[in-house]
């Protein structure tokens, strides 16, 4: 398989565990959706959590290119952007594609700490925090890394209850509360 024939493999195999779920998509299934056998499936990934650890890593890659071009299309400014995320997530909800997190569900279906597949979900989930507790450092806030974690909480509460709900409310209501947040947290005196 070229690497071409690899990288659609993975992107095809994204979509369907990101539709039908980790476990409920089977190698048979993968196979037959994809249009790729079984052996040669198993050429490049020696188990189906290979090959969901690759679909994670592109959805990873795709996501977060995805929100950070977002952010700073919608607002110019550090602490802007902090409030553009609620923005830039609304606009997935109303996707018709959307249906959750694709990392919560991978951590929800491979629970355990040591799991190569919860590692992973974890691993976006810090980059995303990251990405904001540097925004949070360029606005001025005293304790960057604080707010980013603060910020991930109402963004992934926003991501499950949009799932949940079938509506893009929550993101509304995300990102008021964040004002409030980015209005009464510490900033340093010269920002």
């Not at 594609?97 to 629970?111: D, R």
Request: aromatic share 8%; hydrophobic share 45%; charged share 25%.
């Amino acid at each position: 398989m070229s690497r071409n024939k690899r990288a659609e493999l993975v992107e095809r195999s994204l979509w369907l565990f990101y539709r039908n779920g980790f476990h409920a998509t089977g190698m048979d299934l993968v196979a037959k959706e994809t249009g790729v056998s079984k052996t040669s499936i198993y050429k490049h990934f020696r188990t189906k959590e290979e090959l969901i650890l690759a679909a994670l890593q592109l959805r990873d890659t795709n996501f977060r290119s995805w929100l950070f071009d977002r952010m700073e299309t919608l607002a110019d400014t550090p602490k802007a952007q902090m409030l553009a995320i609620f923005d830039a997530i609304e606009e997935w909800f109303l996707e018709d594609s959307f249906q959750g997190c694709m990392f919560i569900k991978a951590s929800a279906e491979y629970q355990a700490e040591d799991h190569a597949i919860n590692q992973q979900s974890m691993a976006h989930k810090q980059l995303l925090a990251d990405h904001f507790a540097n925004l949070a450092s360029a606005a001025g806030y005293v304790d960057p890394e604080t707010l980013a974690n603060r910020l991930m909480v109402l963004k992934e509460g926003a991501i499950v209850l949009a799932a949940m709900s079938h509506s893009a409310k929550p993101a509304q209501d995300a990102r008021a509360i964040a004002q409030v947040l980015l209005e009464t947290t510490a900033r340093k005196q010269d920002a």
